[in-house]
């Protein structure tokens, strides 16, 4: 721990904590109608769109056309993504003449942007074409962000009404967000990203000739363009074992051999290997395009996408310290900000304290765990520390870990560190973050939902142990509201677990061959993929190679799931709360802030999840930690 | 239903064992989810044994302990239903047809109890079964209605005003009365204390309701969590090269969901309810439904009939101020012989403040001129006349309202001293009454009447403002009696000069800002308000009409009964809480037991060695078997544990919410957390010493 660590955390959580009630506040002006600083330039133009529109904005919807609003504007987005993704190679703004996506892999990002997840199984310069990458996928980032965020108002709004059977207008929760909060924030952003250097050009990506050209091996192909293979007897790096049967050491660090496998009868097991062949580099080629724009939506609301595969790991997307760190604090403002938004819809600041420091905690928690754990001598890689594999030098190991918790706590999914590489307990504590259901501030809108139904759950349970029937913000707590409070946290844990259990069963050829890593990393990789999935955070483990048609369908309907169970959950909760009476709080309810319901809060998010995914993560990170130890690989 | 009904324990235990065998039918099994699916796992493992190789002894026992999970939570139910069974039991007796003598244009005609049709008449005697529910309308009689109350001391009942309900099956000792029918057989008081004892428990309250949707939604996540485990597990066999070497057979996988799913709140959910109202009715309250017991536990607001609920039944004199120049004593014994003659409390206490405070003996009226004068509506005083034993008056004593005194006493050429009025102004501001007294001409003083507020009632309310609840008094004097009567009693509000209208409007207004209202009542006034409160406790003393309008019945026709009711309702809630929480808490230490148990083996480098899962193993259990064994047997006997804290409820404080959370947090979170741990290490040593498990 150096000391200018310390100053860059302290500096990191402070900005995020000083900014919250200044962007708070803002954003509940916005959303409540009332005036802002942008209003003279931006109020003509928001009423020009409901003009062209045809929306009425003071027109008020029940929480089930609400929520149909939010499905069809996502599934016309939807739509429209996969058409273009499936037809890039005509389309304009296509410089590299990148081919057509595969159905199915339009099918899952289309979902994947959409939903807020974007979550990607392809490599973005290589795959997607300009149009795709701004029209696609960048006006979905702007559009599922401020559809989520919408969602959240209409839930905070609902909770404040009594005895009114609607909940808002989702057009114009989204059109305010859009106009007076979504598109300025991140034009902001982008600036001194520019400045720093991140490109912002249409020009086609630039051809570069190397100083050193050099010889790489590539894998043959046939004339077909096939890869060639050959069968060869399988071959693992394992421990040597001294003749007490424990495995040698020399200075601390197990001695390996290549051992040939056999199976129990004695045959030796092949496996198909590529045949590889010498290839001369002299030249290479360097994508460009609009990626500052692009990265500070993605940064700002919870997206997540890169322009480039390895995100915020590339130099072009993350040039600087100054830009790591800007782009570190894009990821926690408006989740953060969204929850003291929170407390001034609903006019209890005092509970969004409380639900901002749960938050915070079990936030600080998965960082510090994750930071320790990666800072620990790793036998396998003869005790290195720090352990920088799948990590960027200028970026180092706690910016990395910084990077990994904050965007799996909150529902961004951007990395600037490949999380595959973490040692176990530390690769762990980001899944974690998403199994818990990616709630610590989460995503825009969505992080606060999940936590309200983990809220309810606490009302419930601890509403019951005073002797009352639970209460909420002064609402009674009714069955209506207790099945889809559990449904809300249950499906997303269901499908989590479930299609993994699935891509095990399934036959080696679809499940496993896309694993990049044998033993318990492969299925922590599987885990991780549905998990984020369903949780709709879009960061990779990277290893697992999703791009086949079982994880591209399968991933994409999780994200549906994903994605609107929990929408209609909240949206039928506040429904129906906002439907009853408002009962002024007595000595005899349960305050809902407090540090008694604080930790009550965090003893049941924390319950659920370990009872859920405790054996899972058993059979994952944890057996693997544990073999690292005694310096075993796979 | 009362304390008088003796039970015979033994029989209650052995019927309780019987049912929990019959309650094995799946049409019982299948209303309550969480226990459905322990069943079906029995089922499931019985039929398991016979498969090939499996019939051992462990696969046996585990067999054996899921029955036994089914059957405890089914022992919970039949003990708390048994209770109330008896109770049924004992009232049905009572429902044996008696003759009655119908009156018809007043002649008698005897005809059976049962053919009795609402509004004929009948006439019943000492030492007569009341025939059927009704009202006299005619009589006054002594009854003793023990059967129903369990009170033995009889009480009177007459016609008129609003102790004129009798109840059928009850024992008139003494008078006649002439009764008229309210409710015809079938239908009657004691019907519907055997429906509502019977019936209360078959519908599920809204809370249940909705507890039940969290459980069951858990028991299918646990359920889901559980069978991706065996693809999970053989990745890493085949990853490990170790086929079969996790412990994934069908009972394993079984226990492991019994263990996880809360079958402990689930098997005790039931017996939780029925026990609420039992406690409810051992404290002679009846109540129609669960739902009535549950909204008690969520009252805001108590309304509260002052007289005899806050304060005791009448004023009583406190104290006398002397006008200027009387002696103290001269006022007392002319304020005594007021009141010789005065038979209402207000009178008495008059009599008994003189005697006790200033000595002044009772005594007989020994003059034989001497005739009382008794209180009228118009002249508003009473007292006593003395005469000379010629006819003619020498001397009047008198003791009224301050206003009537004074006029009487100007008619007579008296002098008005302005010092007493204003000590007549100064009571009255205390809320309490003033009398004057006036000997003739000569007014001689005032007596302090004050309504004694009822001994430990302010700190009750206290208690109840803790728990969040409002009392509101409802009393007919004026405002400014009313509040000083509210001051001394604490309560936080009342409404002065009531009428029975102010009731119901009072109630709609609280309920209109979503509160919930609990009163009790007893006149047929009070019957609309009693229909419209959330929470109405009729007293059993009441009219039929208030008796019908309220979800409980208060047998004792104790108005202080609310505040109990208020706690049991509460006490009902809590136990579901906290036993679900020790039910959520108790998995993190079957996980330990279990987990290590099913993948221990996983990774291990030698034959027979263990893995690194077996790291998780931190209660140190002897064998996959004795820890897997351990687990499902402490599961199934902390049900039987608990039913004694099912059946009584969790100790109830009136505390602040957030002190009561972190109480219970602590007691049934965190000690659900860690006790198991000790038991499972238990039984895994006793397991193991017994060679039951390896």
Known sequence: MKWNEIVQIVLFFGLGIALTPPVGRFMARVFKGEKTFLHPVLHPIEKIIYRLSGVDPDEEMTWLSYFWAVLLFATVGFAADMAIFMTQQWLPLNPQKLPNCSWHLAFMQAWSFTCNADWQSYTGETVMSYFSQIFAIMVHQFLSGASGLAVLVAVARALKRASIKTVGNFWTDLTRGLLYFVIPLSALWAIPLMWQGVPQTWKPYQTASLMEPYTTQVQKTDDKGNNVTTNIQLVVSSPKLGADGKPEMTNGVAVMVDVPQVDAKGVPIMTNMPVMVDAKVETQSIPVGPVASFESIKQLFTNGGGWYNVNSAHPFENPTPFTNFWEMLAIIVVPMAQVYMFGLLVGNKKHAWCLFNVMLALYALSFVVAWYCETRPNPVMAGAVPNMEGKEQRIGVMNSVLWATSCTAIDNGSVNSMHDSYQPLAGMMPLWNILIGEMLFGGIGCGMYCMLFHVLITVFIAGLMIGRTPEYLGKKLDAWCATWAVCGVLIPNAVALLPTAIALMLPATIGLSSLGNQGPHGFTEILYCFGEAANNNGSAFAGLNANTPFYNIAAGIVIWIGRFAPIISALAIVGRLASKKTVEPSAGTLPTHGWTFGLTLTGVIIIVAALTFFPALCLGPIVEHGLMTAARTF | ?694
């Not at chain 2, 009487?408 to 009571?427: N, P, S, T």
Request: proline fraction near 4%; glycine fraction near 10%; hydrophobic fraction near 45%.
């Open chain 2, 1 to 694: 239903m009362s304390t008088k009904v003796e039970f015979n324990y033994s029989k209650l235990f052995k019927q309780a064992v019987i049912d929990s065998f019959k309650k094995l039918h799946p049409r019982d099994e299948i209303k309550n989810l969480v226990m459905f699916v322990v069943w079906l796992g029995s089922i499931w493992t019985t039929v398991f044994l016979f498969l090939p190789g499996q019939f051992n002894l462990f696969n046996v026992q585990i067999c054996f302990w899921l029955w036994f999970t089914c059957l405890f939570a089914n022992f919970a139910e039949a003990m708390a239903e048994g209770r109330g069974k008896a109770h049924a039991d004992e009232l049905r007796k009572m429902r044996t047809k008696t003759s009655a003598r119908k009156l018809v244009n007043g002649r008698e005609v005897q005809v059976n109890s049962n053919e009795l049709k609402i509004g004929e008449l009948f006439v019943c005697q000492a030492g007569e079964i009341v025939a059927a529910d009704g009202e006299i309308v005619e009589g006054i009689a002594t009854v003793d209605e023990s059967a129903i109350t369990g009170e033995s001391a009889p009480v009177i009942r007459e016609s008129g005003g609003d102790r004129s309900a009798v109840t059928g099956g009850t024992r008139v000792l003494s008078d006649r009365i002439v009764v008229r029918v309210t409710a015809e057989a079938g239908n009657s008081f004691l019907d519907r204390m055997i429906e509502m004892i019977e019936g209360a428990r078959r519908q599920k309250t809204p809370n249940e309701i909705a507890l039940n949707i969290v459980l069951v939604s858990l028991t299918a996540l646990f359920i889901v969590v559980v069978f991706v485990l065996p693809p999970y597990a053989h990745y890493n066999e085949n990853a490990a090269g170790q086929k079969g070497v996790v412990l994934t057979s069908i009972p394993v996988l079984l226990s492991l969901i019994v263990c996880l799913i809360p079958t402990t709140i689930g098997g005790l959910l039931s017996a939780i309810g029925i026990a609420g109202i039992d406690r409810l009715m051992r404290r002679n309250v009846l109540a129609t439904s669960g739902r009535a017991v549950e909204a008690a536990g969520d009252v805001d607001v108590l309304l509260l009939d002052k007289t005899g609920t806050i304060t005791l039944g009448n004023r009583q004199a406190t104290e006398f101020v002397p006008a200027p120049g009387v002696k103290l004593e001269e006022l007392a014994d002319a304020a005594q012989l007021a009141s010789l003659a005065d038979e209402t409390p207000e009178g008495r206490s008059i009599a008994v403040l003189a005697k006790e405070k200033y000595g002044l003996r009772g005594r007989e009226v020994a003059d034989p001129h001497a005739t009382p004068v008794a209180f009228t509506a118009q002249t508003r005083m009473s007292g006593m006349d003395f005469g000379d034993g010629n006819g003619k008056v020498k001397r009047r004593v008198r003791k009224g309202a301050a206003e009537s005194v004074r006029n009487w006493v100007l008619e007579q050429g008296g002098r008005i001293d302005k010092a007493v009025f204003e000590k007549v102004d100064e009571i009255s501001k205390l809320g309490g009454t003033p009398l004057v007294v006036a000997d003739g001409p000569r007014i001689l003083g005032t007596i302090y009447l004050k309504d004694i507020v009822k001994g430990g009632i302010k700190e009750r309310f206290a208690q109840l403002r803790k728990m969040g609840v409002k009392t509101v008094m409802i009393t007919g004097d004026n405002q400014l009696t009313a509040a000083a009567i509210a001051a001394e009693a604490g309560v936080d509000d009342f409404i002065a000069q009531a009428k029975p209208e102010d009731k119901l409007a009072r109630i709609r207004k609280e309920q209109e800002g979503g509160k919930l209202i609990a009163m009790i009542g007893d006149g047929t006034n009070d019957a609309p308000a009693l229909a419209q409160a959330d929470v109405g406790v009729a007293m059993n003393t009441g009219t039929q009409a208030a008796r019908e309008a309220g979800n409980m019945v208060d047998l004792d026709s104790n108005p202080t009964k609310l505040i109990e009711v208020v706690e049991i309702g509460k006490q009902l809630l809590m136990t579901r809480g906290a036993l679900t929480t020790f039910s959520i808490a108790n998995d993190v230490s079957k996980y330990f037991a279990i987990l290590p148990a099913m993948f221990g083996v996983l990774y291990a480098t030698s034959a027979g060695g263990r893995g690194p899962l077996d790291k998780l193993n931190i209660m140190y259990l002897h064998s996959p078997q004795s820890a897997i064994l351990s687990a499902v047997i402490f599961n199934a006997l902390i049900i039987v544990a608990l039913i004694p804290l099912a059946l009584r409820g969790v100790k109830y404080q009136p505390l602040g919410a957030a002190v009561i959370l972190r109480k219970n947090m602590l007691i049934y979170g965190v000690g659900g957390i860690l006790v198991p741990f000790l038991f499972i290490k238990l039984l895994d040593l006793l397991l193991v010493a017994t060679h039951l498990a390896p």
